[in-house]
């Protein structure tokens, strides 16, 4: 990765092995660091974690947090962008840092509500159409979305 550019995908209580296997492999694609809060709604041995991750799960730059308040503590001096449909802002109308960490919740709550509540100013969107049925995209698909949107705006650095 560009020695300047330092981004983080952050998976909150992932629950769902294959969406954090596909982000595994997304990560490594990308030369992105990958970052999951426990509690973990499956092992890091999973089969289906790794079977959706490839043999590019021994490449994943990887960092495992006892818990959010963990994390928070850790890398209180990052910049944070919570990925969530209570966003206010969407996603392509920010302009990243070189630093930031892209928080993802769980597949089936997604984020903390008060931990959304108190950091709305950087909590971003990806639009959906105003379908009632439709919740949220999947979770691998929407961090592939904010990661390529954030790399675009440095120019895909570790890409070319």
Known sequence: MDKELNLS?????PEIPPNTGNIARTCVATGTKLH???PLGFSID?????????DY???????IHENLQEFLEKYKDRPLYLITTKGTKIYTDVK??????FLFGRE???L???FINENLDRAIRIPMGKNAELRSLNLSN????????SLRQFNFPQMF
């Not at 999973?46 to 490839?54: F, S, V």
């Not at 592939?144 to 949107?149: F, G, M, P, S, T």
């Open 57 to 63: 799960w021994r490449f994943i730059d990887l960092e």
């Open 142 to 149: 929407s961090v592939a979305v904010i990661l390529y949107e």
């Open 9 to 13: 995908i952050v998976l909150v209580e």
């Open 36 to 38: 999951l809060v426990k």
């Open 112 to 114: 903390p509500k008060d």
């Open 96 to 101: 990243y840092e070189k630093d930031a960490m």
């Open 108 to 110: 089936t709550a997604g």
């Open 46 to 54: 999973d089969a289906h974690l790794k079977r959706a991750g490839l």
